[in-house]
């Protein structure tokens, strides 16, 4: 997620995170349709296609991302306003200080449920 958002800079990056249970096996990149630093979205048409690999690969939608350039890895008011999926994990990778190295990147995860946010733990391994 990290080499994708610093990949789109300026702009953010979006895409889906699927798996099982609560590990997530697979990253799908997506494009950020508004190519802007400000907001993703997903072209419905890719949004589509990508579900469908994860349903032709056994899997389960469990979270989306996206990048925020500028600001914390903490859901903005847009964010939470188009939280359509309140069963995935938004997880936001910030780069704010772009120069900084790959692990200085903030990565935090979310649920948002009925304009609600509640951190959740991200352990990576």
Same mark, same amino acid.
């Given at each position: 997620?990290?080499?994708?958002? /610093? $990949?789109?800079? @300026? ?11 609560? /590990?997530?096996?697979?990253? %799908?990149?997506?494009?950020? !349709? *508004?190519?802007? #630093?400000?907001? &993703?979205?997903?072209?419905? $048409? ?5 579900? /469908? ?11 989306? &991302? ?7 890895? &903490? @859901?903005?008011?847009? *964010?939470?306003?188009?939280?359509? &999926? #309140?069963? $995935?994990? %938004? ?6 200080? !772009?120069?900084?190295? #790959?692990?200085?990147?903030?990565? /935090? !995860?979310?649920?948002?449920? *009925?304009?609600?946010? !509640? ?7």
């Amino acid at each position: 997620m990290v080499e994708h958002a /610093r $990949a789109e800079f @300026p702009n953010e990056c979006c895409g889906l995170l699927a798996g099982r249970g609560t /590990r997530v096996e697979r990253l %799908y990149r997506g494009e950020n !349709a *508004d190519r802007s #630093p400000y907001t &993703y979205r997903l072209d419905p $048409a890719e949004q589509l296609r990508l579900f /469908r690999a994860i349903d032709a690969e056994g899997l389960e939608l469990l979270g989306i &991302y996206h990048s925020h350039t500028q600001s914390p890895a &903490y @859901p903005s008011r847009t *964010d939470v306003a188009k939280a359509y &999926y #309140p069963d $995935a994990v %938004y997880v936001i990778v910030s780069l704010r200080g !772009a120069e900084a190295p #790959p692990d200085a990147a903030e990565v /935090r !995860a979310f649920r948002i449920r *009925d304009g609600q946010v !509640a951190e959740e733990e991200l352990v990576t391994v």
